[in-house]
């Protein structure tokens, strides 16, 4: 087994040293405990805190060039935590990482202090997949990452449930525990949480309701492993409107329900360009969407959150003036914390 980073790095957020029985599935987070319980502050230069709620703002940020760059990205636009791919998302196959590339992006990570770090999977992974021969490679491929993880250190590795196709969802439900159960028992020694993101539901796609994610837990054998990913763009376009505070304590109290607030322990932060209930998966920047300011101020301030990293997939590039926008974007949410 990898030890955790060294340095500040070893301070991981408690929300993901997920292998640690006891603390997680379904327990109630006690509460209020400030900045000297279960979350220790450690954050960035650029952190804001307020005595009830700590906030871990990041981005995706490209890996190409090497692991390393994705720090001193994050570095200039501001975040305290990342998010990166481990491996090309595009394809099934990659090289073993090297020794080298271990050490680049173990040195930036402490010199950085960026974390949580988390790691996207392929986008080619389907779990659920009635095809033997492709769920296969799915549960090879997801095994492969979650050893990348491992070597350097990330603390979660984040994916799409997967896709029932020409089976029911029920059917794709068990298929995704099943081969969940079968990463697992593989990497028994695997410190990296696996969190199922919430979907939009686009297609044949799995975990837009929260009742199916919660039912994915339930089936698995190891469910203290796993956590939940949500995704601000994805719940909107799935149809929880969460633009209104009634909107989104029922969406919260739903998520409770059948999920577990603390089995939440990452929000993807993007606004979206389609309608509530549309379906459709296309993000767009921070208060710029049909979502708007009032849905991510909602949850922004939702003290349930304290500690979870809220990390951006908005659209790269720079605003009308030049400037960066996942730059702009963080600043925005930082915006609208109320103090
Ligand atoms: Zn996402
Ligand atoms: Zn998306």
Redesign the pocket.
């Known amino acids: 087994m990898i030890p955790p980073l060294a340095g500040p790095s070893s301070d991981l957020l408690s929300i993901f040293l997920a292998p640690q029985p006891d603390t997680l599935l379904r327990k109630k987070r006690p509460e209020n405990k400030g900045q000297t319980g279960k979350f220790r502050p450690i954050l960035g230069p650029n952190a804001q805190i307020r005595p009830s709620m700590i906030h871990r703002f990041g981005a995706h940020m490209s890996v190409a060039g090497g692991l390393e760059h994705a720090f001193r990205a994050g570095v200039r636009a501001g975040c305290d935590c990342l998010q990166i791919f481990v491996k090309n998302q595009r394809q099934w196959q990659a090289p073993p990482l090297t020794t080298d590339q271990i050490d680049a992006y173990r040195i930036a990570a402490t010199d950085t202090g960026l974390q949580p770090v988390v790691a996207h999977a392929s986008y080619l992974l389907n779990l659920a997949s009635p095809d033997r021969d492709n769920r296969r490679k799915s549960i090879l491929a997801m095994i492969d990452e979650l050893d990348r993880c491992d070597a350097l250190g990330v603390s979660a590795l984040i994916f799409h449930p997967g896709a029932a196709m020409n089976a029911t969802p029920l059917a794709a439900i068990k298929r995704i525990a099943q081969s969940l159960d079968e990463v697992h028992r593989r990497c028994a020694d695997s410190r990296t949480m696996i969190l199922l993101e919430s979907t939009?539901g686009q297609g044949s796609a799995i975990g837009h309701r929260f009742e199916q994610l919660g039912d994915i837990l339930e089936r698995t054998r190891e469910p203290k492993r796993l956590g939940v990913c949500l995704?601000t763009?994805?719940l909107f376009a799935a149809g929880y409107d969460f633009r209104t505070a009634e909107g989104y304590e029922a969406m919260v109290s739903d998520l409770d329900r059948y999920v577990g607030i603390d089995n939440i322990r990452c929000i993807?932060t993007?606004d979206s360009k389609r309608e509530c209930g549309s379906r459709v998966?296309r993000?767009d920047h921070i208060g710029k969407g049909k979502i708007g300011k009032q849905g991510f101020v909602h949850f922004v301030n939702d003290e349930r959150f304290s500690g979870v990293p809220f990390i951006l997939?908005t659209p790269k590039g720079k605003d009308g003036r030049g400037s960066d926008y996942d730059k702009v974007n963080l600043k925005r949410l930082r915006a609208m914390i109320r103090t």
């Open positions: 939009a995704d763009c994805h993807h993007n998966d993000h997939e």
